[in-house]
C-alpha cells in the first residue's frame, strides 16, 4: 500500500486488531506517515494540513480506545504518542551553492576547501584553511 492516509487507516485497524487485541507484546509501536507525509508539501494551516491532522487525531483516538478496552480486561499498557520532528512554513530559502558561487566561495566550493551541510531550515559551513 502506497504511503498516505489511507495506508496510516489500513495500519491502525491492523494495530488494534492483531497487535492489542490478538497477540498483544512487550513493546509495539505504529508509525504513522501522516501528518507527516502532508506536512512536507502543504503549509501549516492549509486545509490539506488541517484535514490529515483531524484524520490521524481520530486515528489516535481509535487506538486509545482500543488500549482503554484492553486496560479495563486487566493489561497495563503504557501508551505514549510523539513525533520525530516538527515542521515550519518558510516564505523564502536560498540555493546555499549559487549563493556561495555568487558570492565569490565558488572555486573554494569546488576543490572543497569549503563546504556545506544542510539541516532542516539552517546549513552549516565548513572551511578549510
Ligand atoms: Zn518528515
Redesign the pocket.
Known amino acids: 500500500m502506497a504511503p498516505g492516509l489511507d495506508g496510516d487507516v489500513a495500519m491502525a485497524g491492523l494495530f488494534c486488531q492483531e497487535v492489542l487485541r490478538e497477540n498483544p507484546r512487550a513493546i509495539s509501536v505504529l508509525w504513522f506517515g501522516d501528518p507527516?507525509?502532508t506536512?512536507?508539501n502543504a503549509q501549516i494551516g492549509s486545509p490539506a494540513h488541517m484535514a490529515a491532522l483531524t484524520r490521524i487525531d481520530a486515528l489516535v483516538g481509535d487506538v486509545a480506545a482500543t488500549i482503554d478496552a484492553e486496560r479495563a480486561k486487566g493489561d497495563d499498557i503504557l501508551f505514549m504518542v510523539g513525533s520525530?520532528?516538527g515542521?515550519e512554513t518558510v516564505g523564502y530559502g536560498i540555493n546555499v551553492a549559487g549563493w556561495l558561487d555568487e558570492n565569490g566561495f565558488g572555486k573554494l566550493r569546488e576543490t572543497g576547501q569549503m563546504s556545506f551541510a544542510t539541516q532542516g531550515t539552517a546549513a552549516l559551513l565548513y572551511w578549510r584553511s
Open positions: 507527516d507525509l506536512m512536507h520525530d520532528h515542521h
